[in-house]
């Protein structure tokens, strides 16, 4: 059956950095010590007022298309996988099918997923190509979750970055996707979330109200509340079981994976896989020190610094862990 190999990826970053030495000294009363060695994030990158997930995708994808001559006119499939879209409607994969200007015969769809975006992308394009729907996928993952963030809410704000992510998939025949596997947790749903701002609770004087928890955060219910704990719990109950069954499926196994490129969630949560996974030294791939928890584009710009740097070179298997919001979970093996 037909499957999909990735081509190519890029990334654009909004300008704005925000640094811990700014935040320690606009926030003195901070344990940024405390943050820093339970996050690894020392610094990210903060989308502009008005800059949007559209914006940085769409400039991700003119990289793209600058290092790829030819490719936008085979483009004939944009998936765009976001939860900070620019309107209700219409979907931000029309409104970059406009503004790349591309051919009229075109398969164009959002999906709402975070952390394990990236992955669900890659089994979706692959049901595009063993269909024959499409052959050259432009995979976008694109947030701006700072839009989303109470400034003195430090368990969030320390931890995500803003920015955008294009990935060129092509249908081959080639082993290219290995194997993929998704999974989803829907009754703990609420641990990840953001209440107000959706038909069910809408905005209102009420759900811009703010309130600070015992730990001495600030949000609104229009703001993230993630329950840390809870959804590392997740991540220890689920992921390594996950991870392993896919191997199983795939008849591999982690040594036969020269890298390890997981969802850049925080520290806390790459040292424990990494343990509990008993990956080499040097398997697992970072890049959550400078740019922090970039969501549904932290795999593939993690992918993209692996390969610019040379810790993933063509022919390298490498397997790709994302988990998250939904709570979802999801898991890909690529030989590239």
């Known amino acids: 059956m037909r499957t999909i190999r990735i081509v190519d990826v890029?990334?654009?970053l909004p300008a704005r950095v925000e640094t811990n030495s700014d935040l320690r000294r606009a926030y003195p009363e901070w344990n940024m010590d405390r943050i820093e060695r339970r996050t690894?994030?020392?610094?990210?990158?903060?989308?502009a007022p008005g800059e949007t997930a559209l914006d940085l995708a769409r400039q991700a994808c003119l990289n793209l298309f600058e290092a790829n001559s030819g490719v936008k006119s085979r483009i004939d499939a944009v998936l765009f996988c976001t939860q900070t879209p620019d309107y209700i409607m219409p979907p931000n994969s029309c409104l970059l099918h406009q503004q790349l200007d591309?051919?009229?015969?075109?398969?164009?769809?959002?999906f709402n997923l975070a952390c394990s975006g990236f992955v669900y992308g890659l089994a979706i394009a692959s049901g595009l190509a063993a269909s024959g729907v499409a052959k050259n996928i432009l995979l976008v993952t694109a947030d701006t979750y700072s839009r989303y963030i109470h400034p003195l809410d430090r368990a969030t704000r320390v931890l995500f970055g803003d920015g955008a992510a294009a990935t060129l998939l092509v249908a081959s025949d080639d082993p290219g996707l290995i194997g993929v596997a998704c999974g989803t947790v829907?009754?703990?749903g609420d641990r990840f979330i953001v209440p107000a701002g959706g038909c069910r609770t809408p905005r209102s004087s009420a759900s811009g109200r703010a309130t600070r928890d015992l730990a001495g955060n600030v949000r609104?219910?229009?703001?993230?509340?993630?329950?840390g704990q809870a959804v590392l719990d997740f991540v220890k109950r689920v992921v390594p079981p996950h991870v392993r069954s896919l191997l199983r499926g795939s008849g591999l196994t982690l040594g036969d994976m020269q890298r390890v490129i997981f969802h850049q969630a925080s520290a806390v949560a790459l040292d424990w896989l990494?343990?509990?996974?008993?990956?080499?030294?040097g398997q697992s791939y970072r890049n959550l020190p400078a740019l922090g928890n970039t969501v549904s584009a932290s795999i593939p710009i993690a992918l993209k610094d692996a390969i610019t740097d040379g810790s993933v070179r063509?022919?390298?298997r490498v397997l790709l862990v994302g988990f998250g919001v939904g709570l979802s979970y999801a898991s890909a093996i690529v030989e590239l």
């Open 10 to 12: 890029a990334y654009h």
């Open 40 to 47: 690894g994030v020392f610094s990210r990158h903060i989308a």
């Open 102 to 110: 591309l051919t009229e015969n075109v398969f164009a769809l959002d």
């Open 186 to 188: 829907g009754k703990e």
């Open 220 to 227: 609104t219910q229009e703001n993230i509340q993630m329950d």
């Open 274 to 281: 990494e343990r509990e996974l008993d990956l080499k030294d």
């Open 314 to 316: 063509s022919g390298d």
